[in-house]
């Protein structure tokens, strides 16, 4: 597992990117085709959410760090939090600088 968390300028966008490229190639080495066949649609079905987002951010040319609609992709981001790379604080700084608890209800 490659990790990129030295560069600042990996976005969400980016690491989500990464991490579905990732999961399509170890799809394919999957022997058991049911299963290969189950976790490849979960890849796309996780790779059309995020391009969705993406274009939209594109399209209203927002940023792809602290922008409410990038945080759409903290769902399928949240499928690696363990990966070293996953750095919500990161990419939404001043968004969870100015969360309070009273927010999440």
């Given at each position: 597992?490659?990790?990129?968390?030295?560069?600042?300028?990996?976005?969400?966008?980016?690491?989500?990117?990464?991490?579905?490229?990732?999961?399509?190639?170890?799809?394919?080495?999957?022997?058991?085709?049911?299963?290969?066949?189950?976790?490849?649609r979960m890849v796309?079905?996780?790779?059309?959410?995020?391009?969705?987002?993406?274009?939209?951010?594109d399209s209203h040319?927002?940023?792809?760090?602290?922008?409410?609609?990038?945080?759409?992709?903290?769902?399928?981001?949240?499928?690696w939090a363990e990966?070293?790379?996953?750095?919500?604080?990161?990419?939404?700084?001043?968004?969870?600088?100015?969360?309070?608890?009273?927010?999440?209800?």
């Open positions: 597992m490659r990790s990129v968390s030295d560069d600042a300028a990996v976005s969400i966008v980016a690491f989500t990117h990464a991490r579905l490229d990732e999961e399509a190639k170890a799809c394919a080495s999957i022997d058991d085709a049911a299963l290969r066949a189950r976790h490849g796309d079905a996780l790779r059309t959410v995020a391009n969705s987002i993406e274009a939209q951010l040319r927002e940023s792809h760090f602290d922008s409410p609609l990038a945080a759409g992709l903290l769902v399928v981001a949240q499928v990966h070293p790379d996953h750095q919500p604080r990161r990419w939404f700084p001043r968004m969870i600088a100015g969360w309070t608890p009273s927010q999440s209800r």
